[in-house]
């Protein structure tokens, strides 16, 4: 089984800063890699897939990058709206398995 | 409008089973899988399996492979997840969620997702 490793648990950013956000995977899933936002009593929200990819509608301030084990999510200039907690998920089709990290809470500073 | 909505809350004994709903409109319900993943109350989301809505076929984590069913109503554009034997660490969040690309049922991204429903189980 894959083990995801996001880092670090929690960062705190004041609004207009930069956020980077790591997400590290125990073996290479090539770029099998999503981001999502999940805010308190809400669904997670589809923010990058394909490692790199924005999901429609996803403002350009949200970037990924990375492949292999290695990921990034970066947020250019945190808006209030951002504060929240950011899961990177990833998957294998087979033997069928898909896995969260633990997050990362973005939080005001 | 498309969205998935999920049934109410449940408050479940130790060693029964809880049958969640999760009804789909807004799109061509036959063309795209679903997910199924919890949340257990602080922590990650934790994926439990797949249903091909096409053609009913379901697939299981090993996790949860023997105690969890998924079944599709097309009719009634709903898909089902029944968990048996629950325990208080079954207590979560139950979201289902819909696959981004229903021509590409092997990448695994989420965009359309159920507010949840919340099973408690305790005695």
């Known amino acids: 089984e894959t083990v995801v490793t996001q880092s670090p648990a929690t960062l705190s950013v004041s609004p207009g800063e930069r956020a980077t956000l790591s997400c590290r995977a125990s073996q290479s899933i090539s770029g099998n890699l999503a981001w999502y936002q999940q805010k308190p009593g809400q669904s997670p929200r589809l923010l990058i897939y394909g490692a790199s990819t924005r999901a429609t509608g996803i403002p350009a301030r949200f970037s990924g990058s990375g492949s292999g084990t290695e990921f990034t999510l970066t947020i250019s200039s945190l808006q209030s709206e951002d504060f929240a907690v950011y899961y990177c998920?990833?998957?294998?089709?087979?033997?069928?398995?898909?896995?969260f990290g633990g997050g990362t809470k973005v939080e005001i500073k | 409008q498309v969205q998935l909505v999920q049934s109410g809350a449940e408050v479940k004994r130790p060693g029964a089973s809880v049958k969640v709903s999760c009804k789909a409109s807004?799109?061509?319900?036959?063309?795209?899988?679903i997910h199924w993943v919890r949340q257990a109350p602080g922590q990650r989301p934790e994926w439990m399996g797949w249903i091909n809505v096409g053609n009913g076929n379901p697939v299981y984590s090993q996790k949860f492979q023997g105690r969890v069913t998924f079944t599709r109503d097309t009719s009634a554009s709903t898909v089902y997840m029944e968990l048996g034997s629950l325990k208080s660490e079954d207590t979560a969040v139950y979201y289902c969620?819909?696959?981004?690309?229903?021509?590409?049922?092997?990448?695994?991204?989420?965009?359309?997702w159920g507010r949840g429903t919340l099973v408690t189980v305790s005695s």
């Open positions: 998920q990833l998957y294998n089709n087979w033997p069928p398995a898909l896995t």
């Open positions: 969620a819909r696959l981004m690309d229903p021509s590409r049922y092997f990448d695994w991204y989420f965009d359309l």
């Open positions: 807004g799109y061509t319900f036959s063309r795209y899988a």
